[in-house]
């Protein structure tokens, strides 16, 4: 084997473990994203259990709402508020 390939082949083996190594880190670090006040659009509760957990800072700092059935809404009146 040449030098150049033994390089060439070095450097792909390089890339595939930078790329391995980085879907398994996205996979197993990402616990969901941000949440936005008045705007449950993409929001998975389970992942925000600090939020939704506690339904008396989901209505007063975000806004949300849980009905009796457990689905959670956004307040009628949920307009000007902070972004968190």
Same mark, same amino acid.
């Given at each position: 084997?040449?030098?150049?390939?033994?390089?060439?082949?070095?450097?792909?083996?390089?890339?595939?473990?930078?790329?391995?190594?980085?879907?398994?880190?996205? /996979?197993?670090?990402?616990? =969901?994203?941000?949440?936005? $006040?008045? @705007?449950?659009? #993409?929001?998975?509760?389970?992942? /925000?259990?600090?939020?939704? =957990?506690?339904?008396?800072? $989901?209505? @007063?700092?975000? #806004?949300?709402?849980?009905?009796?059935?457990?689905?959670?809404?956004?307040?009628?009146?949920?307009?000007g508020r902070p972004m968190h």
């Open positions: 084997m040449s030098g150049r390939n033994f390089i060439v082949l070095a450097i792909i083996a390089v890339f595939g473990v930078l790329g391995v190594s980085t879907a398994a880190w996205s /996979h197993t670090h990402h616990k =969901g994203g941000f949440v936005k $006040a008045c @705007s449950l659009d #993409g929001v998975n509760p389970a992942y /925000h259990p600090k939020i939704f =957990g506690n339904p008396a800072v $989901a209505a @007063s700092e975000y #806004g949300f709402l849980q009905s009796r059935d457990g689905t959670w809404h956004v307040q009628g009146n949920c307009f």
